[in-house]
């Protein structure tokens, strides 16, 4: 059964694991497969694992994960149908699980070496006959990747091209500044995958300045829609989170209605202390106190 082996390869730890949310004492919450590893929670979502010591945990508590539902799928999955391994991809890839989808992609075209929609997903295309990855249809073209630049060329071009950065050292720099920068925008970029509002947002103010600092149009644009993709994604995450409340209610209730009297209490007593006392029944009541717990809405706190 390849489908098992391949696909399930993450879960190799999975089995003392429980379907739970790790709700942390900051107010975030983590949702996942969770491991109890003694002194830390391991959290397993997709490809990420998130592991936060027990004493910053507030509390665990049982939950229907996205793995378990994954899991569920793959568990009916017949290893030799590579229509629903392929329909199984695409529901993995509209869950945000690319890797995954590609793997039961590669699934469908080890049982159907002609799967078109498989072979599309995957990037591959036609060509004389063959079907090709997008970098070996290059190579075929006679095209030759260079590293810094991100692109093709073809030998004369490369050659051009290595020429001018060996005369040139302000090119070598421009080089050196392109993977300075590619690190420094990825190392910012980790920093959205969080659910505190206030990192994401310090996040977006040092890749916004970045992208001002290089005079950049297109990074300030990454900028936008990284920021708007994260703040999107956490707050869909929090509208499925609920946390158990504790209720306590005090209800008081007559036992019967105050009747209507007329007195002269007062005026007696200003007139003649010698007045006989007069005596006025208090209303009976009735307390009922109601103590219980319900699951509502929590949200995240600073998502």
Known sequence: MRIQASLLSLLVFAASAAADDVH??????????????GSRYTVVDRDRKYA???????????????MHVYEARLDKLAPDDAEAIFEFGQWLAENDWGSRARRAY???LA????????RRALGFKLYEGEWVSPAELNRKKGLVYHEDTGKWYTPHDLAELRKRVEGDAKLRESFKQRRQANRKINGIVRRFQTYDRKTRDRAYSDLYKYAEQLNSPELRKF???TKAYYNARVTALCKQM??????QATLT???KPIETFETSLGAAIALSSAQSPVSIQL??????QVKTTADIPAGCAGH
């Open 24 to 37: 942390l004492k900051d107010g975030s919450v983590l949702s996942g497969k969770v491991v109890d590893e």
């Open 52 to 66: 936060v010591a027990k004493t910053k945990v507030q509390k665990v508590v049982p939950a229907k994960s996205f």
């Open 106 to 108: 590669e699934e469908v």
């Open 111 to 118: 049982i159907d070496p002609d799967h078109r929609a498989a």
């Open 223 to 225: 900028a936008d829609d």
């Open 242 to 247: 609920r946390a158990r409340t504790e209720i």
């Open 253 to 255: 209730r007559l036992k």
């Open 283 to 288: 209303p009976e009541i009735r307390v009922v």
